[in-house]
C-alpha cells in the first residue's frame, strides 16, 4: 500500500525499495542480509509469520523472502494470510526451503501466488539477480504513480480554482449588495482564480443599442474609461453581442488573433474568451477576459457556466430593482389605504359637519401629501378647513378650487353636488392614483356627511319617541288602573244583584210563580256572564303587555294542572304526548294559552266521546304545539272570525261564553314572537296550532 510519506520529495528520483526477510533462525537472516547488501536497498527481518504481516501492512514492499518451515505458523499459511488481505496481496513472495524438493509443496506455494520457489543452498547472484528484477518492477511503478499524483494535483489544483471561482461567483450573486457590487467580484475573483491580466463585463443599453461597462479587475484598469461605451458590433466586446456568440482566442491553438492589436502583442497575452451574457432569447451583456497563458478546454467550459449564472444574477438584481420599484408603489398604495380605513372611521367617529370637513382637510393632507387641503360645503352653511404648509415662495395658496392641483366634489346619493375637496402640492406631484385616492376620499366624506344629517334628524326623532313612548306608557299605567277599578267597581252590584235574587227566591220561594223563578235564574246568568266578560276583558288587555319572570317549566305537568283545573266530564280523553319539551319561559301566559284552548275544545266539541290530543315538534329557535280535537269543526268562512274579540258562533243562550279566549290566545302569543291558526272544516274536527320560544331549561 503507498503511502502519502512515502513518496520521494525530488520528484524524478528512484525511490529506494524495501525487501522483507521471514526466517525464525536469525543466522539464515544474516546470510539473506549478506547476499542483498549490494542491491543498495531496505533489508526488513521479520522472524514469526505475525511480524511478517505487521510489517507489510506498516510499509510498502518490492518483495517478500519467505522461509517455508517456520515454528508455529509456516510460510505456506503466512501466504496465505497475505493473499487474504486485500492491501498486501500485490506483494511477490519467493519461497526458501532447506528441504529437498517436493512436488506438492512446490505446487502449494504457487497456487498461492508465488513467484519461486528456492531451495538452499543457492547462488548469491542468481538470488540478486530475482529480487533485482522485482525492485526494478516496484520503481517503475512507483514512478508511474509519482506521474500520476502530478496530473491529479495539476487537475486537483484546477478544479479546485474552477470551485473557488464558482463560489465567488455564487455568493457575489447571491449577497444582494446591489448590481455593482455583484459584478465587481465577479470581475475580481475572474483575475484572483484564473491569474486573469484583465477581466470586464458590460451590461446592454437596450434602448441605445451600446455596451455599457459595469465592473473591471486586472492590470488594465487605467484604461477603462476607453471601454465605457462599446457600440454593438465594434472590437470583440462588441462582436460578441451582436452575435450573441462566445469568441475565443488561443495563440496556443495557432490562433493569434488576440495578438493583432498592438497593446495586446505588447503586454504578452495570448487568450480572449468573450462570452455573451444572455436569459433564454434576452441579452443582458457581456462577459470578456484577457490572460498570458492559453486556457483550457475545462477552463473555457467554466466560463460559460459562470457566464450564464452572471447573465442570470444581472436579470434577478434588474427583476429585484423592478420589484423594489413595485414594493415602493405598493407600500404608497397600501399606506393610502390604510389611511383611507383611518379615515373612514375618523369621519364616522366625527359628531357634527363641521368635525366631519376638518377631519377630511386633514386625513387628505396627510394621506396624499399635499401642501395644503380645502374641504368646504356649497349650501347656506358655508364652511372650510384648511391646512397649510410652507410654500417656497412663503405665498398662501387661492381659495378651494381656484388654481388647485388636484380636486373632487362631494355629492349626494341623488346626485346633487354640495361640496368639495381640493389639494395643493408640487407640481406633477399627483398622478392618477391620487386621483383615485382623492375621488374615493370624496365619495365616503359625502355619505358621512348624509349620514351626519340623517343621524341629526334621528337623533331628533329619537327624543320624539321617547316622548311618545314614556305618554304610552303612562297611558297603559292608567289603562290598568282604570281596568282594575271597573273591574272592581262593576263586579260589586252585580254581586248585589245576584245575592238579591237569590234571597228573594228564597224568601218568596213557595209564592212566585214558576215564570218568576225562570226570570230571577236568567238574571244571575246574566250577572255570571257579566262578570266573565269583565274578567275576560280584563285578561285581553293585560294579554302581550305584561311580562312574567322567565322559569323551568314542564310542559307536560303544565298540562295536567290545566286539566284539573278544567275538570272535564267524563267520557272525555285528553292525550298528551310524552315527548313535551321543558322549557326556559313564562308560566302563567302558556298556561293562559293552554287552557283557553282546552277550554274552547270542552265547549264545543259538542259529542260524547270527545278526544283531544296535545303535541309538540322542535323546529329550532320556536316549538310548535298543537291541539287537536275530534269535535264539530268550523267552518273555513268562520276561520278569520273566531279571533275577534266577543265573536261567538253560536247564540251566548246555547253555549254560555264571553267570545274572549281566542283573542287572549292570539294577543298573547303574538307578542311573544310567536304565531297561531286553526285547521278546521264542518264535522271534522278542529286543529289549533301555535309557536312559542323553544328555549330549553337547563
Known amino acids: 500500500m503507498m503511502l502519502d510519506r512515502d513518496i520521494p520529495a525530488v520528484l524524478g528520483t528512484a ?19 549478506v547476499v542483498l547488501e549490494p542491491l543498495g536497498h531496505q533489508l526488513v527481518r521479520a522472524t514469526s509469520s505475525d511480524e511478517a504481516v505487521t510489517r507489510l501492512l506498516e510499509d510498502e514492499y518490492a518483495a517478500v523472502i519467505l522461509d517455508v518451515q517456520m515454528p508455529g505458523i ?44 528456492i531451495q538452499k543452498p543457492f547462488q548469491p547472484e542468481t538470488l540478486r539477480a530475482k529480487v533485482n528484477v522485482f525492485i526494478e518492477l ?17 487537475a486537483e489544483m484546477l478544479r479546485e480554482r474552477h470551485a473557488g471561482l464558482a463560489m465567488d461567483v455564487g455568493i457575489a450573486l447571491t449577497r444582494g449588495e446591489g448590481l455593482s457590487p455583484m459584478l465587481q467580484q465577479c470581475t475580481d475573483s475572474l483575475v484572483n482564480r484564473l491569474a486573469a491580466a484583465q477581466a470586464r463585463i458590460w451590461t446592454l443599453n437596450d434602448a441605445e443599442h451600446v455596451l455599457e461597462l459595469a465592473a473591471s479587475a486586472g492590470q488594465y484598469r487605467h484604461m477603462d474609461h476607453e471601454q465605457e461605451r ?28 488576440v495578438c493583432d492589436r498592438t497593446w495586446a502583442a505588447r503586454e504578452g497575452m495570448v487568450s480572449f474568451a468573450g462570452y455573451p451574457l444572455l436569459l433564454a432569447d434576452r441579452m443582458v451583456g457581456v462577459l470578456a477576459m484577457f490572460a498570458r497563458q492559453p486556457l483550457s478546454r475545462d477552463t473555457l467550459d467554466v466560463l460559460g457556466t459562470v457566464a450564464d449564472s452572471i447573465a442570470l444574477g444581472i436579470h434577478r438584481q434588474w427583476a429585484e430593482q423592478e420589484r423594489a420599484r413595485l414594493l415602493a408603489r405598493e407600500r404608497r398604495h397600501n399606506e393610502q389605504l390604510q389611511g383611507l380605513a383611518e379615515a373612514a372611521l375618523a369621519m364616522n367617529s366625527a359628531v357634527s359637519l363641521e368635525a366631519v370637513l376638518q377631519t377630511l382637510a386633514d386625513r387628505t ?69 391620487d386621483q383615485r385616492v382623492l375621488l374615493h376620499l370624496s365619495q365616503v366624506a359625502s355619505a358621512v356627511i348624509e349620514n351626519t344629517r340623517l343621524y341629526q334628524q334621528t337623533l331628533a326623532a329619537e327624543i320624539t319617541l321617547r316622548e311618545l313612548n314614556r305618554s304610552l306608557e303612562r ?21 248585589g244583584i245576584a245575592h238579591l235574587s237569590a234571597w228573594l227566591e228564597e224568601d ?20 255570571l256572564r257579566l262578570e266573565a266578560l269583565i274578567d275576560g276583558i280584563l285578561d285581553y288587555s293585560r294579554a302581550g303587555r305584561q311580562r312574567h319572570k322567565l322559569e323551568r317549566v314542564d ?15 267524563s267520557g272525555v280523553v285528553i292525550q298528551v304526548a310524552p315527548d313535551l319539551p321543558v322549557l326556559t319561559t313564562e308560566r302563567v301566559p302558556l298556561l293562559q294559552v293552554f287552557m283557553n284552548l282546552l277550554g274552547n275544545a270542552l265547549k264545543h266539541g259538542g259529542r260524547d266521546d270527545l278526544r283531544i290530543e296535545v303535541s309538540w315538534r322542535d323546529l329550532g329557535e320556536m316549538g310548535e304545539f298543537r291541539v287537536r280535537d275530534n269535535g264539530a269543526g268550523i267552518a273555513s268562512e268562520f276561520h278569520h272570525r273566531i279571533w275577534g274579540i266577543f265573536q261567538t258562533l253560536r247564540p251566548r243562550d246555547q253555549i254560555e261564553g264571553t267570545g274572549i279566549g281566542l283573542s287572549v290566545v292570539k294577543k298573547a302569543v303574538e307578542s311573544r314572537g310567536g304565531q297561531v291558526w286553526v285547521e278546521s272544516a264542518a264535522d271534522q274536527g278542529t286543529t289549533f296550532g301555535f309557536t312559542w320560544p323553544n328555549v330549553p331549561a337547563e
Open 15 to 33: 525511490e529506494p525499495a524495501r525487501i522483507l526477510l521471514v526466517d525464525d533462525y536469525p543466522p539464515n537472516l544474516l546470510a539473506l542480509e
Open 74 to 117: 509456516d510460510g505456506l499459511t503466512t501466504a496465505r494470510r497475505i493473499r487474504g488481505d486485500p492491501h498486501i496481496r500485490h506483494v511477490p513472495i519467493l519461497f526458501m526451503t532447506a528441504q529437498s524438493y517436493d512436488d506438492d509443496r512446490a505446487a502449494t506455494a504457487y497456487s498461492l501466488g508465488a513467484v519461486d520457489y
Open 138 to 154: 516496484y520503481q517503475k511503478k512507483s514512478e508511474l504513480r509519482r506521474s500520476e499524483r502530478r496530473r491529479f494535483d495539476e
Open 230 to 257: 462599446i457600440p454593438l458590433g465594434e472590437r470583440e466586446v462588441g462582436t460578441v453581442a451582436a452575435e450573441r456568440k462566445p469568441m475565443v482566442t488561443n495563440q496556443a491553438a495557432g490562433d493569434a488573433r
Open 365 to 433: 393632507r396627510s394621506i396624499l401629501g399635499a401642501r395644503r387641503a380645502v374641504a368646504s360645503l356649497a349650501e347656506g352653511e358655508s364652511w372650510a378647513a384648511v391646512k397649510r404648509a410652507e410654500s417656497s415662495s412663503g405665498k398662501d395658496e387661492q381659495a378651494a378650487g381656484d388654481g388647485a392641483e388636484l380636486a373632487a366634489p362631494l355629492v349626494g346619493r341623488d346626485g346633487r353636488k354640495f361640496g368639495s375637496i381640493a389639494l395643493w402640492g408640487d407640481e406633477g406631484r399627483f398622478g392618477k392614483q
Open 475 to 495: 297611558s297603559n299605567r292608567e289603562l290598568d288602573e282604570f281596568a282594575y277599578v271597573a273591574s272592581h267597581d262593576l263586579k260589586a252590584p252585580l254581586r
Open 508 to 527: 218568596l220561594g213557595p209564592l212566585l210563580p214558576a215564570a218568576s223563578h225562570e226570570h230571577l235564574g236568567l238574571m244571575r246568568g246574566r250577572v
Open 555 to 569: 310542559v307536560a305537568r303544565l298540562l295536567r294542572e290545566g286539566v284539573e283545573l278544567l275538570s272535564p266530564r
